[in-house]
């Protein structure tokens, strides 16, 4: 029997909770999946997983099992790369954050694809909190203060924020001079996908964070709804520059509050704290890292 496979093919099931998931992970048929699981948890002299119709679970020993198995895999992996100094390989399965993906990631990545050429990549698109283990993503790319502790990372770049409008919204409002001036503003405001409360705004006075709200009678959830909606005048909203940078040099929004400007919005690659790094995770978080350097 091969050990490593087996343990392979434990970890996958475990961590998607079905074999019919960790089999198309794995590109194997369902029936070697259980014949492997079969012939591992005979030869091991305990049972790991308990199996229903409806759902796979782990019993006491799997738990147990699982997190020894997770880093021997890893170390394996590592001392391969660093014996064979092959390039990583296999398939790294990345989720997004939609708006940095469409403007810093996906444009540079055929250069990420030529340099390692043995890496699969399978990318999603969300905002929303992942499940990395449950989902089967090896790393996330988010933006955002995240104070998640299932997740450890590295941050790979601060951004500039800003608060802006369209120049017909300022003509019927005013330019805003002062965070006084917006109580006589309107907002578009940003609702969270994970509380499902507004974001208030946010601005650096002195150094101090500074919260406002702002009245409004729109609220949306998308980022593309959020920029489309100060185009149109509906509103006061606070983004990254580079979301809104093509607008500005085109003067369908303008930049106000210079003086007082949103914090800077950092953004991360993140993956599970009861990993260690895999090869192809390394090399992807100091890539992105590469793409946000040079894009300042």
């Known amino acids: 029997m091969d050990q490593v496979k087996a343990m392979k093919v434990f ?34 002299g305990t049972r790991l997983l308990e199996r229903s119709t ?84 090896d790393c996330v790319l988010r933006a955002g203060t995240l104070g998640d502790s299932a997740l450890i990372g590295r941050r790979v ?16 409002y005013g330019e805003p001079k002062s965070l006084a001036d917006l109580t006589h503003h309107r907002a578009v ?14 601005f650096m006075v002195d150094g101090e964070l500074q919260e406002v709200a702002i009245d409004g009678a729109l609220s949306v959830f998308g980022a593309e709804i959020y920029a489309a909606s100060a185009v149109a005048g509906l509103g006061l909203i606070q983004c990254p520059h580079y979301r809104m940078a093509e607008q500005i040099s085109q003067g369908l929004v303008q930049e ?11 953004v991360s690659v993140l993956y599970p704290h009861n990993r260690h790094m895999s090869p192809r995770v390394r090399v992807f978080v100091d890539w992105v890292a590469e793409v946000f350097a040079q894009a300042r």
Not at 16 to 35: E, G, I, K, Q, Y
Not at 157 to 167: E, G, K, M, V
Not at 256 to 266: A, G
Request: proline share 8%; with cysteine; glycine share 2%.
């Open 11 to 44: 970890v996958r099931i475990y961590e998607r909770s079905s074999f019919t998931l960790a089999a198309d992970d794995l590109n194997l048929p369902r029936a070697t999946l259980t014949h492997t699981l079969n012939q591992f948890e005979a030869w091991l």
């Open 54 to 137: 409806r759902r796979v679970r782990p019993t006491l020993d799997g738990e147990a099992y699982y997190l020894r198995c997770v880093q021997l895999l890893a170390e394996l992996e590592e001392a391969e790369q660093a014996f064979r100094t092959v390039a990583p390989k296999g398939r790294l399965r990345v989720d997004l954050h939609g708006t940095l993906a469409k403007y810093f990631v996906i444009p540079a990545l055929p250069q990420f694809m030529e340099r390692y050429p043995e890496i699969e990549l399978s990318i999603s698109e969300a905002d929303r909190f992942v499940d990395l283990i449950a989902e089967g993503v």
């Open 157 to 172: 770049a601060t951004l500039r924020q800003i608060t802006c409008a369209s120049p017909a919204y300022l003509r019927k």
């Open 189 to 202: 405001n940003y609702v969270s996908r994970t509380t499902a409360k507004l974001f208030p705004f946010e």
């Open 256 to 266: 106000v509050l210079l003086d007082t400007p949103p914090p800077p919005m950092p």
